[in-house]
């Protein structure tokens, strides 16, 4: 922030407030050196601006936007403290509530499913002081890891358009990326915040189960599956404005009954780490090796004791039992929900898991259910041995996009590069995307773990990892 105020004071106009971190421009706002409606106007002409070439945001109305903004200023004005992230424009993902706003998950079924109130994100965000710019795009169903639906149309990578920007959470990532919003709302059940991140060369934080609260009231229920594994946290492009960030979205709301009261900072712990490249016979991409020995160096240079172990428990087993779990708990009817929408990218992403989840009875779940607490107990046992743990997040540099879409071979490789995302999360572990630059052209990054209820382990080690790196840049999306 030393660095950038006096830019700003100097020769940085409002309209390029977009430019800075949430952390410093809550800071500003908070001061009243600029306005949060200023700050949302700067928001909404970047977004005017770069919109259109990535199709990040599908859904946002700066009437509403400015009367946020608004609403920070009168509170400044009668010295009421707004929040941590005062003035602060993020995005929400369009599987969230929204109170007047269409909850459409990216399907044609649910673009007339308006919410009454809003999910507790949405509510945490607000209370925390952010201003609320416009609602990102999803795969259908939120079920891949690419974004594009029948509805929205696709996003597109503001780095490389030939890329995936991720999914699910595909139009938060390209958002944040592009400078659309200093901080965005994601979910993950399988990566569907740290792929984007990693894909859109920005930083991701799936938190532990029971971290953030969410519910949404316009829609059934969830299943079991998706009750104990589904997260919210956040992307941006500074790890501190994650630590903000995460902070604002885990107030406590009785309407989640998963919720856990557990402090943001735990007992402190040797700064121990372990480096894996390879975890349960990954086959990693050269390149991604490359960047995990790297955030390894920096970390061994910010005073971390790393070690390079050759494995760790069970992760691709733990993979295979997410998706039984996740997809098997309700497959009929998620199969006929897409079936109906004529998504083919969530048909693709169903039909291709039929042998693994198809007709599993009730006795097989409850034999995955138990297995998941053997595991568990596996994996917090080696955390309190390592408490941070140096991981893939994927085996591949990010997919030319719709990858999955060229058949069955192609299918399968994408899968199978993915399993710390889709493994890490059987266990309800947090697990940090912390972006490295490119290789390749294309964006790499690294997958920081820790034990339940330790992300401030995760954001410990991403911060001494982006301190020693240069910063994330702010993409320009090409023209047409």
């Known amino acids: ?9 100097q020769e940085c106009r409002v309209s390029d407030l977009w430019r ?28 005017q601006d770069v919109n259109p070439r990535i199709n990040a945001v599908v859904d946002h109305r700066p009437d509403d936007t400015l009367a946020q903004a608004a609403e920070i200023d009168r509170a400044l004005a009668r010295g009421d403290d707004p929040g941590v992230l005062a003035g602060v424009p993020v995005t929400v993902k369009v599987n969230v509530d929204q109170a007047g706003y269409a909850t459409t998950n990216g399907v044609t079924l649910q673009k007339d499913l308006l919410a009454r109130v809003n999910n507790p994100v949405v509510d945490n965000l607000r209370r925390a002081g952010a201003v609320i710019v416009g609602r990102t795009n999803t795969p259908a169903f939120s079920l891949r890891w690419f974004t594009g639906n029948l509805l929205h149309g696709d996003t597109r990578n503001p780095r ?20 659309i919003g200093h901080l965005a709302h994601g979910t993950d059940i399988a990566g569907s915040i740290r792929y984007p991140a990693y894909a859109c060369g920005v930083h991701g934080l799936r938190p532990s189960l029971g971290r953030v609260a969410a519910y949404n009231a316009a829609l059934p229920e969830r299943t079991i599956g998706g009750q104990i594994t589904a997260v919210s946290g956040p992307l941006g492009r500074r790890i501190a404005d994650l630590r903000v960030g995460l902070a604002a ?10 919720w856990v009261p557990a402090p943001l900072t735990g007992p402190a712990v040797p700064r121990r780490a372990a480096l894996c490249l390879n975890p349960d016979g990954m086959d990693t991409d050269p390149a991604v090796v490359k960047a995990l020995q790297e955030a390894a160096r920096r970390l ?15 992760l691709r087993e733990a993979a295979d039992l997410q998706i039984r779990m996740w997809m098997a708990d309700g497959y009929e009817a ?38 998941r607490a053997t595991l568990t107990r596996s994996w917090e046992v080696f955390l309190a041995e390592y408490p941070v743990l140096l991981l893939p997040v994927s085996a591949e540099l990010p997919f030319t996009d719709h990858l999955d879409l060229q058949g069955e071979a192609a299918y399968e490789r994408v899968w199978r590069a993915q399993m710390t995302q889709i493994g890490l999360p059987f266990m309800g572990l947090p697990g940090l995307s912390v972006a490295m630059g490119s290789a ?9 773990v820790a034990g339940r209820y330790r992300e401030d382990l995760c954001l410990a080690a991403g911060e001494a990892i982006e301190a020693a790196g240069p910063l994330v840049t702010i993409a320009e999306p090409a023209v047409g």
């Open 334 to 371: 998620m199969l006929e929900a897409a079936r109906k929408e004529g998504d083919r990218g969530a048909l693709t992403a169903l039909e291709g898991q039929r042998a693994r989840v198809a007709g599993m009875d009730m006795a097989q779940f409850s034999a995955v259910l138990t297995r």
């Open 20 to 47: 800075l971190s949430a952390v410093e421009l809550a800071a500003l706002v908070r001061r009243r050196d600029v306005s949060a409606v200023e700050a949302a106007r700067s928001a909404l002409a970047r977004l």
């Open 160 to 179: 490389n358009p030939a890329l995936t920007p991720g999914g699910s959470s595909g139009g938060a990532a390209a958002a944040v990326a592009a400078g």
């Open 1 to 9: 922030m030393v660095a950038l105020l006096p830019l700003l004071q």
């Open 249 to 258: 979205l885990s107030a406590p709301d009785a309407r989640d009954p998963w």
């Open 440 to 448: 390749a052209d294309r964006p790499v990054g690294v997958q920081v």
């Open 300 to 314: 061994s240079e910010a005073g971390w004791s790393v070690d390079t172990i050759d494995s760790v428990p069970p």
